[in-house]
């Protein structure tokens, strides 16, 4: 890669991010305004950090209204300046490269200000060696930090010790190391769901992926959690009536009826719909993203309102990749490999809905096994955790209360604690899991 000038380098930068989303990403994620040589490159880049911020695409129609609505748009040079830096990139492929030579530019700067501080303090006279030797120590220290972020998380171990430490000990810190499922025989089995690591429910259709999703993410948002939910298959209205059914234990077709019972099924759907109207969550309900939407969806969150604490996706077999890829598998695969980078990037539990493939019932006994999984690519080995569901009442035509069945969460694979069964009873028409005992059955086992 030819190393560009200084004006070209950011004109690089700004023309890959009106191009495409994750260029778009990195270049609001990584640089800063006074990276940007002059002031026109710095008030393009100032519109793409407000957009982002305000959760709306970078593209060169969204930085030109965006420019206009403040305008700077006669400061920048135009709408011809902006379309000269979008038409003169050809690939994004540099993007990552440029960023970098970036940095070391920010770098090369800093360096400089700090050598011509402690040359001018020495011009002036210098009365205590002692003090000018540890302040000329401290400005070079603090310029070679900007070379790389990265580099700096690396350097203080026992401040990641520390705060991990407080994290754990601290009653009064309210982020906690994991991430509560709120199911309480599950939490028992597992402490709940580590952040920056990615989670896996699998099973066949009907076994309960999307009803342990919406068990999770009540929780997550009862607590005050942050939540970002990607639903590729189900409506908004669909969630949102499901979440009233689960938190008020109304059946879900009596919601959509509006075939209220009582004046206390009313009474509790409108203190749901009041609570809900609090919640922290993001909701998309598009069928055709890819994990880069996902990625790019979250960093705006994180803009525009702090962490996300949970991160939902329901399912992770249903996205799609750029590329060409050799089979469904390998696209899968690389699905799998970006949710697990996500959780690390965004300090985030991530859990992921898979969808197992139909063999499955073949099986006599139908349950599905960490076999299967591979069978589908590699996903489990990007998972640190791995639930598998059956839900035998779902063949069982002929049950005596089919309103009542049982899921059987396998813990197939957890690799900071133990693997087993737990059992935890499920109530269909409110699509709601229950942690009390019922009818005498111990649920854990």
């Not at 990749?321 to 959780?343: C, D, M, P, Y």
């Not at 694979?413 to 942690?435: L, M, S, Y």
Request: aromatic share 6%; with cysteine; glycine share 6%.
């Amino acid at each position: 890669m030819t190393r560009l000038d200084d004006t070209a380098l950011d004109a690089a930068l700004l023309g890959a991010a009106m191009c495409a989303a994750d260029a778009a990403l990195a270049v609001v994620r990584d640089m800063r305004p006074d990276d940007f040589e002059r002031p026109q490159d710095r008030a393009v880049f100032e519109a793409m950090r407000q957009l982002a911020a305000s959760d709306i695409g970078i593209d060169l129609v969204t930085v030109y209204e965006r420019l206009r609505q403040g305008g700077l748009l006669g400061r920048v040079g135009g709408i011809l300046a902006l379309s000269a830096l979008a038409e003169a990139v050809t690939t994004t492929a540099y993007t990552p490269g440029h960023i970098r030579l970036a940095r070391e530019r920010r770098a090369v700067r800093a360096m400089t200000r700090a050598a011509a501080s402690v040359t001018e303090r020495a011009a002036k006279g210098v009365r205590d060696v002692g003090e000018f030797v540890t302040a000329s120590q401290a400005a070079v220290a603090r310029a070679a930090s900007e070379l790389d972020a990265e580099d700096a998380d690396r350097s203080d171990f026992a401040a990641q010790v520390d705060g991990f430490a407080e994290a754990v000990f601290d009653e009064t810190k309210q982020k906690l190391p994991t991430v509560r499922t709120g199911l309480r025989p599950l939490d028992d089995m597992i402490g709940g769901i580590d952040r920056e690591v990615l989670t896996l429910i699998a099973g066949r259709p009907g076994m309960g992926k999307s009803s342990m999703c919406l068990a999770f993410a009540v929780a997550a948002l009862q607590r005050g959690d942050r939540v970002a939910w990607f639903a590729l298959e189900e409506r908004r209205s669909d969630i949102i009536r499901r979440m009233i059914a689960f938190t008020t234990g109304v059946p879900s077709n009596r919601i959509k009826a509006r075939a209220w019972r009582t004046d206390e099924d009313l009474r509790a759907v409108s203190g749901a719909l009041n609570l809900m109207r609090t919640f922290p969550l993001t909701l998309v309900c598009r069928p055709r993203i890819g994990s880069h939407d996902v990625s790019d969806e979250c960093a705006a969150v994180r803009a525009a309102h702090g962490q996300v604490d949970l991160v939902i996706v329901d399912h992770t077999t249903l996205l799609r990749e750029r590329g060409t890829f050799a089979s469904t598998h390998a696209r899968v695969t690389q699905s799998v490999q970006n949710l697990a980078a996500l959780a690390k990037e965004e300090h985030a539990a991530v859990v992921a809905a898979y969808q197992l493939n139909r063999e499955v019932e073949g099986r006599e006994d139908r349950r599905p096994r960490l076999s299967d999984l591979r069978e589908s690519g590699s996903p489990e080995e990007q998972a640190r955790l791995v639930l598998m569901l059956f839900n035998p009442g779902y063949y069982d035509r002929d049950s005596p209360d089919p309103d009542w069945s049982t899921c059987h969460v396998n813990i197939a694979k957890n690799n900071d604690g133990p693997t087993g069964e737990v059992a935890i009873p499920f109530v269909r028409e409110c699509t709601r899991f229950h942690n009390a005992e019922h009818r005498g059955e111990t649920w854990v086992r």
